[in-house]
C-alpha cells in the first residue's frame, strides 16, 4: 500500500506561481510513475503531468510550457511547479502512484488550487 500526502496548495492571483508536492511513503517510489491530475467543479478528473521512474515527463497541452514536473527519489516526493497560472487552473489536484502488473493505481487525498483573475 502506498500513501500519498499533497500539500502546497492556495489561492494566487492570475499570473502568479505555486509549487505543489507530494510526499510517498515505502521504499519504492523510485520504480513508480508519478503524476498529476486535476478536477475542476462539475467536470472529470484530467490528467495534467506524468513523470515516469527513468525521468520521462508528459503534460497536457492545457499547461504544457506552464508547469513543470519532477520528483527527488531521495525524499520519495514529486513535485508540480505551476507558473503563469490562469483561472481555469482552478481546481482540485491530486497526486497520482502507478506501477506494478498489472497496475495499481494510488491517489492522494487532494489539495485545493484556485487562481483569481
Known amino acids: 500500500q502506498v500513501q500519498l500526502v499533497e500539500s502546497g496548495g492556495g489561492l494566487v492571483q492570475a499570473g502568479g506561481s505555486l509549487r505543489l508536492s507530494c510526499a510517498a511513503s515505502?521504499?519504492?517510489?523510485?520504480?513508480?510513475?508519478m503524476g498529476w491530475y486535476r478536477q475542476a467543479p462539475g467536470k472529470q478528473r484530467e490528467l495534467v503531468a506524468t513523470i515516469t521512474s527513468g525521468g520521462t515527463t508528459n503534460y497536457s497541452v492545457f499547461v504544457k510550457g506552464r508547469f513543470t514536473i519532477s520528483r527527488d527519489n531521495a525524499k520519495n516526493t514529486v513535485y508540480l511547479q505551476m507558473n503563469s497560472l490562469k483561472p481555469e487552473d482552478t481546481a482540485v489536484y491530486y497526486c497520482n502512484a502507478r506501477y506494478g502488473v498489472p497496475v495499481s493505481d494510488y491517489w492522494g487525498q487532494g489539495t485545493q488550487v484556485t487562481v483569481s483573475s
Open positions: 515505502g521504499s519504492y517510489f523510485s520504480v513508480y510513475a
